[in-house]
């Protein structure tokens, strides 16, 4: 969809644009009712769960669990007379992204849907979604939302989308192989906070058990730019671009130096088994390959069942930073639901009637306790604890709290960019050169090269 550069030059011009300060999610030229859209919103007497008329509206996911979302579906249909949701899923997140697009050209864009955080930029500036505030803010108080999640989601002070199906990296271990390695194994006492402790369990796990490797995570750039922010190193310019439009990734940095080194030096000891895409690294986790994983914390439910049946315990660890440096926090990832333009009347209200039902803390709270997801609520963690959950599933809270404890920073909000998954690409392109033998700085300064091209040309679809 083309981005209507002439209407945000205009409002710069004419000083409609305001800076903001770190704690949104970016600086971006907003219309006389203060949103990214024009399209009028009238959702009638909202929190009734109810339409102006009979109206059926479609759900896109792209997390998968489409079995639950219906689940969660049927708990708000049940409770209306009017208003019939039904959840398909449509791919994955770039899948969804596009046909959104598309839906809205052909005029029948679905009443709601489930998008990528790195898709908020181009959401908004592009008038693809209706912002969530001005659906359902007067029900809502964002102050629910941990700060976490509301420093990327809040666009000149206003919620762009309702954060849903929140994540970040997350690390789990065979509790199993540490025990026979001789290592501490409790979630308590395992030693994994920093680079050096995982070399040296990688070590002990190799050399005393019949793992093959210490750790594995996918190729994937999300996992760098949790790094990054760990180190408390912004990997863009213009405060990860939140202030203005990044120019000049930060990639010779002397962070990104150490994060490089050390994956090398675990590369080439055996101790990093290289996996290319998720399901290959939660398949050498489980195999007993590899006895350190990182992975989303979504994955979490499932990478628990998956080591009970393949006879070993597994638990929640902690992704690695340099010691030196301190632990600045981790990045948000996963999604948010948003409300395409293009939808109004009955479908308007019941679409703003069903995001107000999902951020609810019950059905926040259902969705974290039957995937690994976080909610954005913090009392929908006191949901799951007053049904117990935390008592069956103390990794769910550990990993939930590595998340939240974070200094709340440009480098922990994260990347805000347009192309930011050419970005991710261009990352993990250098990461293939590192494997083959590139020195680390030859690595970074053709990976900045690239990423710096991708900026300029960003920079001239950002309409800030």
Same mark, same amino acid.
Request: net charge negative.
């Given at each position: 969809?083309?981005?209507? =550069?002439?209407?945000? $030059?205009?409002?710069?011009?004419?000083?409609?644009?305001?800076?903001?300060?770190?704690g949104?999610?970016?600086?971006?030229?907003?219309d006389?009712?203060?949103s990214?859209?024009?399209?009028?919103?009238?959702?009638?007497?909202?929190?009734?769960?109810?339409a102006?008329?009979?109206?059926?509206?479609?759900?896109?996911?792209s997390?998968?669990?489409?079995?639950?979302?219906?689940?969660i579906?049927?708990?708000? +249909?049940?409770?209306?007379?009017?208003?019939?949701?039904?959840?398909?899923?449509?791919? @994955?997140y770039?899948?969804?992204?596009?046909?959104?697009?598309q839906?809205?050209?052909?005029?029948?864009?679905?009443?709601?849907?489930?998008?990528?955080?790195?898709?908020?930029?181009?959401?908004?500036a592009?008038?693809?979604v209706?912002?969530?505030?001005?659906?359902?803010?007067?029900?809502?108080d $964002?102050?629910?939302?941990v700060d976490?999640?509301?420093? %990327?989601?809040?666009?000149?002070?206003?919620?762009?989308?309702? /954060?849903?199906?929140?994540?970040?990296?997350?690390?789990?271990? +065979?509790?199993?192989?540490?025990e026979?390695?001789?290592?501490?194994?409790? /979630?308590?006492?395992?030693?994994?906070?920093?680079?050096?402790?995982?070399?040296?369990?990688?070590?002990?796990?190799?050399?005393g058990?019949d793992?093959?490797?210490g750790?594995?995570?996918?190729?994937?750039?999300?996992?760098?730019?949790?790094?990054?922010?760990?180190?408390? &190193?912004?990997?863009?310019?213009?405060?990860?671009?939140?202030?203005? /439009?990044?120019?000049?990734?930060?990639?010779?940095?002397?962070?990104?130096?150490?994060?490089?080194?050390?994956?090398?030096?675990?590369?080439?000891?055996?101790y990093?088994?290289?996996?290319?895409?998720?399901?290959?690294? =939660?398949q050498?986790?489980?195999?007993g390959?590899s006895?350190?994983?990182?992975?989303?914390?979504?994955?979490?439910?499932?990478?628990?069942?998956?080591?009970?049946?393949?006879?070993f315990?597994?638990?929640?660890?902690?992704? /690695?930073?340099?010691?030196?440096?301190?632990?600045?926090?981790?990045?948000?990832?996963?999604?948010a639901?948003?409300?395409?333009?293009?939808?109004?009347?009955?479908?308007?209200?019941?679409a703003?009637?069903? !995001?107000?039902? !999902?951020? &609810?803390?019950?059905?926040?709270a259902?969705?974290? !306790?039957s995937?690994?997801?976080?909610?954005?609520r913090?009392?929908?963690?006191?949901?799951a604890?007053?049904?117990?959950? %935390?008592?069956?599933?103390?990794?769910?809270?550990?990993?939930?709290?590595?998340?939240?404890?974070?200094?709340?920073?440009?480098?922990?909000?994260?990347?805000?960019? %347009?192309?930011?998954?050419?970005? $991710?690409?261009?990352?993990? +392109?250098?990461? @293939?050169r590192? %494997?083959?033998g @590139?020195?680390?700085?030859?690595v970074?300064?053709?990976?900045?090269?690239?990423?710096?091209?991708v900026?300029?040309?960003?920079?001239?679809?950002?309409?800030?």
């Open positions: 969809m083309k981005v209507n =550069r002439s209407r945000r $030059r205009v409002l710069k011009a004419t000083g409609v644009a305001a800076t903001v300060g770190l949104t999610a970016g600086c971006i030229g907003a006389d009712n203060g990214g859209s024009g399209q009028t919103v009238d959702v009638g007497n909202l929190g009734t769960l109810e102006s008329e009979e109206v059926e509206i479609d759900f896109w996911i997390i998968g669990a489409q079995e639950l979302a219906q689940r579906a049927d708990g708000f +249909n049940e409770q209306s007379e009017t208003i019939t949701v039904s959840v398909s899923e449509e791919g @994955d770039t899948e969804v992204w596009n046909q959104t697009q839906s809205q050209v052909a005029g029948d864009p679905p009443g709601i849907v489930h998008l990528n955080a790195i898709h908020t930029l181009p959401a908004w592009e008038d693809v209706i912002p969530a505030e001005r659906l359902i803010g007067s029900e809502i $964002r102050r629910n939302f976490a999640v509301n420093n %990327y989601y809040i666009i000149e002070d206003s919620l762009l989308g309702l /954060p849903f199906g929140v994540s970040s990296v997350a690390c789990t271990y +065979n509790r199993t192989a540490f026979a390695a001789g290592l501490p194994a409790h /979630p308590d006492d395992v030693e994994l906070r920093t680079m050096a402790d995982w070399k040296q369990a990688s070590e002990a796990l190799v050399s058990t793992t093959d490797h750790a594995t995570w996918p190729k994937i750039g999300w996992f760098y730019e949790t790094y990054h922010a760990l180190l408390g &190193q912004n990997v863009l310019n213009n405060d990860n671009g939140r202030a203005a /439009p990044a120019t000049e990734s930060y990639l010779d940095s002397q962070a990104s130096r150490r994060i490089y080194e050390w994956n090398k030096e675990m590369y080439d000891a055996e990093y088994q290289l996996t290319q895409e998720w399901s290959d690294a =939660r050498a986790f489980l195999n390959q006895a350190i994983e990182l992975d989303s914390s979504a994955a979490l439910a499932g990478l628990a069942g998956g080591a009970a049946d393949a006879g315990e597994a638990g929640v660890g902690t992704v /690695p930073t340099d010691a030196e440096s301190g632990r600045e926090g981790k990045i948000v990832g996963g999604g639901l948003f409300v395409p333009t293009g939808v109004d009347g009955p479908k308007l209200e019941a703003a009637e069903f !995001m107000l039902w !999902m951020a &609810q803390p019950e059905q926040q259902e969705w974290h !306790m995937t690994g997801y976080y909610p954005a913090a009392d929908a963690i006191e949901v604890e007053q049904q117990g959950f %935390y008592e069956q599933a103390p990794q769910f809270r550990r990993a939930f709290e590595q998340f939240t404890d974070r200094t709340e920073s440009s480098a922990t909000a994260g990347v805000f960019t %347009y192309d930011h998954s050419e970005i $991710r690409s261009e990352i993990t +392109n250098g990461l @293939d590192l %494997y083959a @590139d020195p680390v700085e030859d970074l300064a053709s990976t900045k090269t690239s990423v710096d091209s900026l300029d040309r960003a920079s001239d679809a950002d309409p800030r």
